[in-house]
């Protein structure tokens, strides 16, 4: 066994377009559009009928036919189908947390090539029988007599016949996720005016990226979609003002309300993948690095109990990272905080510049502090490109990846917040 | 799209029908295969006293091609090869005469005349002048004449080019020719290191990588797939709008896909940082990226003729511009760029669009000093009418008569573009440089 460990290079990405929910991808799969994303991959780097170590994706919301996403849709794209892969979930998180193991096998040599990928559609979404009714269908299928059959099926009543779709909500507290942000905002007082501006520049910021060709080299147009379904380039303050608030309506008197379809994320569709090499392999296939992935780290916090924020794990993994590697958190040209809701960036920056939390909280002798914010999302984040849970990591590390190779030098951090109260983070380099 | 009228004529029924009223009859044209034999039968390889005898008989037989030097009536040839470099006098002219015309009815179907001469412009006196131009017209009335799918090229042949000639034979004696016809090639004196033949003329472009612009679809996904079954790497470029169907092209011919508008102030640095960054090099470059927007010149507005000149003429110029100033393009590179019959005859409603093709012609003649400076060649092909799906969308009688005013009586096919693209974009065609090669089926209109 090797004993060396060495650094996993970012070679680019792909990304279809992301649509909003029950727009043009309406009908499209998941498989569809993990195909799709992987085909366009293929073609950008030129890998037809070529063997990659292994394909780590995922989904969120997955139908049980899915099973083997992953394999499925490298089966129908141009890779060879030589070509192992398997499906990873971890809510939102997903896509940044299939880079990071297939970084780690490369880093540990037992890959010298991966693609992670992440897919979500909340139009196709999974739709289950209700519980009662699926007790019936399973005691029916056990039933051996047509007796135990009658008997099976005289336990239906009607209202077992009512779907269960999936919700965007906490299992444990029965709490949309926007809910539970609207009391983290409330908590660290994120005023809505803050929440609009960070809406505004991450429209701003990601129509000002396609119009100058950056994404010309990440993303492929797919179902006659060529920008982010979501984007608003002529997105201003006055726009967002209009917007009435939708979660944390019942919180207090109601006039802490903040949070508006405009500064938290549409459910979305989409896509995305990201093509991962040691720097031998990028060298015989004449493909250029364009970053590392340094390290990562996952942490979790306990929001069941009301100890802590569902979104706000992030807050705990990243001066954890920071700590590992030497570093502060000043110490980053870019940093691209995953934009869930306009209120938990703006809530976990807000944590990080205070003693109190940083102390009480982190454990830390002082505070993180501030950030410049001038290089935070610089081309835009979820509130503007939409967020189709698995498929927002791969956008982030491919983004990421290719303005650290524009700018030629330096180091940006990832931050991505999850249900179930987790955060993935993230630190790349420069190649 | 399928051409229903030819399908008709081909039935029983169709067959007497439009054999009695007289109507057009177009052919299922010969179009080539790998692996197949250049020639689906014998050639006569005739002359009269040229210089060129020796080089056809030994690359023709070389090439596997049954050669006859004497028609004696009792075999239909496939093709009927005439060395006419010793014609320079009109009584040479009735010796050609004598020795082809009756040739010419035992021509098989998809046949091919191909006829070599000296370029008239070297001529030193006006007799030979005149003889050598003579041969121009003859062969124009010829491909006309032809039936069942039959082409008439003219080859000049410059003084010392012989070595360079192999490959301008082998495509217009091949299927990849078929809708090339009525044609004049100038083969000129190319260094000769630089027309070095293949090892395998089946897969002539081996180790040579290629970017087509407008490769998404239509005849750029021809070229793109022609390319690659030559053997070349090919880069498929177009808008980024494009990209889900030009990611379909790059997979399906293994090559790269590069979404760029090369309307783009940095369109050349992106395609050759592709090219050279991940393939080390580029060698071709094929400007087949073009849109229309039609309207009369009086109602034309300022953006519509902009649009068209920006996209079709601009953007080549300046690509060629930048890849010939960072030293992109070296030895053996070749660039083709898509005129088109409408700019060499214009075309009503299309004074944009004429404008920027003619422009092309313009462009092609005048660089190909400097890329022969590089050891390159730069040409340009025109297209006639060929069916894609922009001229599917033609209103039914119009499409009808655009396909049917040419010598072969129908409409080229995508893959006729681009075979004549690879020929040009072949390391043994170095001796064709700054010139246009029409694919149209000998069209009345620009031919």
């Known amino acids: 066994m090797a004993s060396t460990v060495r ?33 366009g991959l293929v073609a950008r780097f030129g890998l037809q009928g070529e063997r990659v170590g292994e394909v780590a994706a995922g989904a969120v919301l997955k139908h049980s036919r899915d099973y083997n996403l992953t394999r499925e849709a490298v089966l129908g794209s141009a890779l060879s189908p030589w070509t192992p892969a398997y499906d990873v979930q971890q809510a939102c998180g997903t896509g940044l947390e299939t880079a990071i193991l297939v970084a780690n096998k490369i880093a540990l040599r037992q890959l010298e090539s991966g693609v992670a990928a992440g897919v979500d559609s909340a139009s196709d979404a999974p739709i289950a029988v209700g519980e009662d009714l699926r007790q019936v269908l399973l005691e029916l299928n056990r039933a051996r007599s047509p007796k135990a059959r009658l008997a099976a099926l005289a336990r239906l009543r009607p209202s077992a016949l009512r779907p269960e779709i999936p ?48 994404f010309d080299e990440l993303v492929t147009p797919y179902l006659g979609l060529s920008r982010d379904q979501n984007l608003r380039p002529d ?56 970053a590392y992935l340094v390290d990562a780290e996952t942490a979790a916090v306990d929001y069941v109990h009301g100890e802590e924020g569902l979104l706000m794990a992030p807050a705990y993994a990243v001066p954890r990272l920071l700590a590992r590697n030497g570093l502060a958190l000043q110490d980053f040209d870019f940093y691209e905080i995953h934009e869930a809701f306009a209120s938990t ?86 190649a | 799209m399928s051409d229903r009228y030819r399908d008709l004529t081909l039935s029983p029924v169709g067959r007497r029908v439009t054999k009695t009223l007289g109507l057009p009859r177009p052919a299922v044209l010969r179009r080539y295969t790998p692996g197949e034999p250049l020639l689906p039968g014998p050639a006569l390889l005739a002359s009269s006293g040229g210089a060129l005898g020796e080089v056809l008989a030994r690359t023709l037989d070389a090439a596997g091609v049954e050669l006859h030097a004497a028609d004696d009536g009792t075999r239909e040839f496939a093709a009927l090869v005439f060395d006419a470099t010793g014609v320079e006098s009109v009584a040479d002219l009735a010796e050609l005469h004598a020795t082809l ?116 679809q239509g ?53 050759s940082e592709h ?3 991940r393939h080390g090099r580029l060698d071709i470059v094929v400007h087949n990226a073009g849109i229309t927007r039609d309207r009369l010149f009086a109602n034309m507005d300022d953006a519509t003729w902009r649009s068209v000149l920006a996209v079709n003429l601009d953007a080549q110029l300046r690509i060629n511009a930048g890849l010939l100033d960072e030293h992109i393009l070296g030895a053996d590179s070749r660039i083709i760029a898509a005129s088109s019959t409408s700019g060499i005859a214009g075309n009503r409603g299309q004074a944009n669009y004429a404008a920027s093709k003619a422009g092309i012609i313009g462009m092609v003649r005048t660089s190909a000093p400097d890329l022969a400076g590089v050891g390159g060649t730069i040409n340009a092909v025109a297209p006639g009418f060929i069916e894609t799906e922009m001229t599917a969308a033609m209103p039914f009688a119009v499409r009808e008569v655009a396909r049917r005013i040419n010598s072969l009586k129908q409409g080229g096919l995508p893959v006729d573009v681009a075979e004549t693209i690879c020929w040009l974009s072949q390391a043994a065609s170095g001796g064709l440089n700054g010139q246009v090669v029409r694919v149209c089926g000998q069209n009345l209109v620009g031919a």
């Open chain 1, 7 to 39: 650094r996993a290079a970012i070679l680019g990405g792909n990304r279809i377009p992301f649509a909003r929910t029950n727009g043009p991808y309406a009908r499209a799969s998941n498989q569809d559009m993990l195909t799709a994303t992987l085909d």
């Open chain 1, 167 to 214: 919700r965007n909500g906490e299992p444990r507290t029965g709490l949309s996720m926007g809910e539970h942000a609207a009391s983290t905002a409330v908590q660290w007082q994120i005023s809505r005016e803050a929440q609009d501006e960070l809406t505004m520049a991450s429209h701003r910021h990601l129509a000002a990226a396609y119009d100058s060709g950056f």
């Open chain 1, 235 to 290: 997105s201003s303050m006055e726009s967002l003002a209009r917007l009435k608030p939708v979660f944390g309506t019942r919180l207090g008197d109601g006039t802490q309300a903040t949070m508006t379809a405009g500064n938290s994320t549409p459910l979305s569709d989409g896509a995305s993948a990201v093509l991962l090499a040691s720097a031998d392999w990028a060298a015989q296939h004449n493909l250029p690095v364009q």
């Open chain 1, 345 to 430: 960036v703006l809530a976990t920056l807000a944590a990080w510049e205070d003693p109190e939390f940083c102390k009480q909280r982190l454990g830390l002798d002082g505070p993180l502090g501030a950030i410049d914010r001038d290089r935070l999302n610089v081309n835009g984040s979820s509130l503007a490109a939409g967020h189709p849970f698995a498929a927002t990591g791969g956008r982030i590390v491919a983004t990421l990846a290719r303005l650290l190779k524009e700018k030629g030098s330096g180091r940006g951090l990832i931050s991505i917040c999850a249900a179930g109260g987790q955060g993935v983070v993230a630190i790349l380099e420069a």
């Open chain 2, 101 to 216: 015309s009756p040739a010419l009815r035992h021509l098989g179907p998809s046949g091919r005349l191909l006829v070599l001469s000296r370029p008239a412009g070297t001529a030193t006196s006006a007799a030979v002048g005149a003889a050598r131009q003579a041969l121009d017209g003859l062969v124009r009335s010829l491909a006309k004449e032809l039936r069942a799918g039959g082409t008439a090229n003219l080859v000049t042949v410059e003084e010392g080019a012989e070595q360079a000639l192999e490959s301008t034979l082998r495509f217009f004696l091949s299927g990849r020719s078929a809708f090339v016809s009525g044609q004049v090639v100038a083969v000129t004196t190319a260094d000769r290191d630089r027309a070095a033949a293949p090892e395998d003329w089946d897969r002539p472009l081996t180790g040579r990588v290629a970017v087509v612009t407008g490769a998404a």
């Open chain 2, 219 to 271: 005849i750029g996904a021809a070229i793109a797939s022609c390319l690659s079954r030559d053997g070349a790497h090919v880069v498929c470029a177009d808008l980024p709008a494009q990209g889900e169907r030009l990611a379909g092209v790059a997979n399906q011919v293994g090559g790269t896909a590069l979404q760029v508008d090369i309307t783009s102030d940095r369109a050349a640095q992106r395609i």
């Open chain 2, 275 to 277: 090219a050279v960054g």
